[in-house]
């Protein structure tokens, strides 16, 4: 039976090697409990999706580097948790409410839809040699129209304009109304961050590419605020200390790249624009940006609110709106980046090691401190003492390590189903074992084997996990 994709192939033409790839990665999630189509039972609720037992570790997991990066290893930056709800005034003056918009055409033939800047549309929608990217027929595509991205909600007992709220569809402008007060309650000095991570919520009329673009997402953003007149050197400086950050995550080099906004892509309040692009099976996308996004936001809320948001540095007695150079990353994307990165189909051969076979095994080589589970202890077989001592060792482990237990088929059997979750280590306790001890630790990516005392085995996995 094949996987549920939900609307993975929205607006996209027969299937291709990409969509084979993409197809396989969307099973193995589901397979091994990484993401699962929300309200499945239910037929599925379009372009949302829930993180599983091994998605919503992996997904924590990048999230905690992140914050460990951004806020724990540096002085000039604070943590913020904003509620997502806001004042509606917060929308308008954002600009939001009124430019917050995708431009959309529509298919007459085939009934598909399409942003207006889609690159596979050739002509221009609305005239007559504009031809379709799925039916293929000229003069059927629609003239461009604006649809807002602002989802609304009501506030109260009563669902009238009065009560009209949105859902924050960035995190950035709780930040900028929280400025002031982590300011002054962190007694921070300019230039510094602010940095959250949290929901946003945008009503995308083309979602797709499974958790790549979808309506319920999550952001990891700093907003970083700088003298007027210092912002391109702080906006090089974060540019360069986020793609080191993202390649760290063990993401292959030759897989990123430097995308910058052209004029006619620039947001209304950037003055630059950089995005850092991974080559997906579906084409380079972008996943994290770096904006000089000036006094914009300050500013706007400054003249909205009638409250004063400028800065008086002590040492030259000036007074100045700071500007803000932002960085914003996808927690979701992020962590597709990270899968699409790791998947691998490879031959196995038998070579010394038997129980590997010389079959093709699936394997997700995640940087092991990113992995969701970080070993996995096997009894050889289940009897003769070796369950009795596995179960001891998954017991010690496990408290400091997220581990899996496994006595149920061959151990080849047992290592393929660990590959596939992206496990770095599997433990097997053998006869030897209950002799001396010791145990096999086997690597998921050269299929090595050490021999490990199993006292040592939390300060072997440690040294290993580190980085």
């Not at 037929?43 to 091994?54: A, E, K, M, N």
């Not at 000095?189 to 009503?203: D, L, V």
């Not at 080099?253 to 004029?263: A, D, F, P, S």
Request: net charge neutral; with cysteine; aromatic share 10%.
């Amino acid at each position: 039976m094949r996987p549920y994709l939900g609307n993975f192939r929205l607006a996209m033409s027969p299937a291709t090697t990409a969509d084979k790839t993409m197809e396989k990665l969307v099973s193995l999630a589901k397979r091994r409990g990484f993401v699962f189509q929300s309200s499945e039972i239910y037929g599925g609720l379009g372009s949302v999706w829930d993180y599983g037992p091994l998605g919503v570790e992996l997904k924590k997991n990048i999230k905690e580097r992140w914050w460990r990066s951004m806020v724990h290893e540096r002085q000039d930056i604070e943590g913020l948790d904003a509620a997502i709800l806001m004042h509606p005034k917060v929308w308008e003056a954002s600009g939001h409410v009124a430019g917050f918009t995708d431009p959309l055409v529509d298919c007459k033939h085939c009934k598909n839809r399409f942003r207006a800047d889609d690159p596979r549309i050739k002509g221009v929608p609305g005239q007559p040699d504009a031809q379709c990217p799925v039916c293929g027929t000229k003069g059927t595509l629609t003239a461009p129209r604006h649809f807002n991205l602002i989802f609304k909600t009501f506030m109260g007992p009563v669902e009238e304009q009065a009560a009209v709220i949105y859902l924050r569809p960035e995190t950035a402008q709780g930040i900028y109304v929280n400025y002031l007060n982590v300011l002054q309650s962190s007694r921070q000095k300019i230039p510094f961050g602010i940095a959250q991570i949290g929901k946003a919520f945008r009503n995308e009329i083309t979602p797709g590419n499974f958790i790549f673009r979808t309506r319920e997402f999550e952001q990891m953003e700093m907003q970083f605020f700088v003298k007027p007149g210092s912002e391109n050197e702080w906006f090089e400086r974060w540019r360069a200390e986020r793609m080191k950050w993202v390649e760290a995550l063990g993401i292959r080099t030759e897989k990123l790249r430097w995308h910058q906004h052209g004029k006619d892509e620039l947001a209304h309040y950037a003055k630059d624009a950089y995005d850092i692009q991974y080559e997906f099976p579906f084409g380079w996308q972008e996943f994290e940006g770096i904006h000089n996004r000036t006094d914009f936001d300050l500013s706007n809320h400054q003249k909205h609110a009638g409250k004063k948001l400028d800065y008086l540095d002590p040492k030259t007695n000036e007074r100045f709106i700071p500007y803000v150079v932002e960085t914003s990353a996808g927690a979701d994307r992020t962590t597709l980046v990270v899968l699409c990165d790791a998947y691998r189909e490879e031959e196995v051969g038998g070579g010394a090691e038997a129980a590997e076979g010389g079959d093709t095994r699936v394997v997700l080589k995640l940087k092991p401190s990113l992995a969701p589970l970080k070993a996995a202890v096997f009894p050889l077989v289940n009897k003769d003492g070796m369950p009795e001592l596995a179960q001891r060792i998954y017991d010690d482990l496990r408290r400091q390590f997220n581990v899996f237990y496994d006595d149920g088929g061959s151990i080849g059997r047992r290592y393929r189903r660990q590959d596939e979750a992206g496990t770095p280590f599997g433990i097997t306790i053998d006869g030897q074992s209950t002799q001396d001890q010791t145990v096999t630790v086997r690597d998921r990516d050269t299929l090595k084997q050490d021999r490990v005392a199993a006292g040592k085995l939390a300060e072997y996995l440690t040294q290993k996990l580190a980085g």
